[in-house]
């Protein structure tokens, strides 16, 4: 079953050691991650882009963000063609 973007968030962030490790990894605060896991912030584009790189590639942009699923889909087409 596929997890919903504040599921996956929280999934990422507890299986990478928690709020205060995972702000560190991103070198963000810990309050807007603990936004983000408690839904009163959505993750932003760049900082889902980092989180991608920073999981290598075990979390995606779309799964956080799927309104760009479309968009990353067709990219990812373009650049294999």
């Given at each position: 079953?596929?997890?919903?973007?504040?599921?996956k968030i929280k999934q990422v962030v507890a299986?990478?050691?928690?709020?205060?490790?995972?702000?560190?990894?991103?070198?963000?605060?810990?309050?807007?991650?603990?936004?983000?896991?408690?839904?009163?912030?959505?993750v932003s584009f760049s900082k889902a882009c980092?989180?991608?790189?920073?999981?290598?590639?075990?979390?995606?942009?779309?799964?956080?963000?799927?309104?760009?699923?479309?968009?990353?889909?067709?990219?990812?087409?373009?650049?294999?063609?």
């Open positions: 079953m596929k997890l919903n973007p504040v599921e299986e990478n050691g928690g709020v205060n490790k995972f702000a560190r990894l991103l070198n963000v605060n810990h309050a807007l991650v603990s936004n983000w896991i408690s839904g009163r912030q959505k980092l989180i991608e790189i920073s999981t290598n590639h075990e979390v995606l942009v779309e799964d956080l963000l799927p309104e760009f699923k479309i968009v990353i889909t067709a990219r990812k087409k373009k650049l294999t063609a």
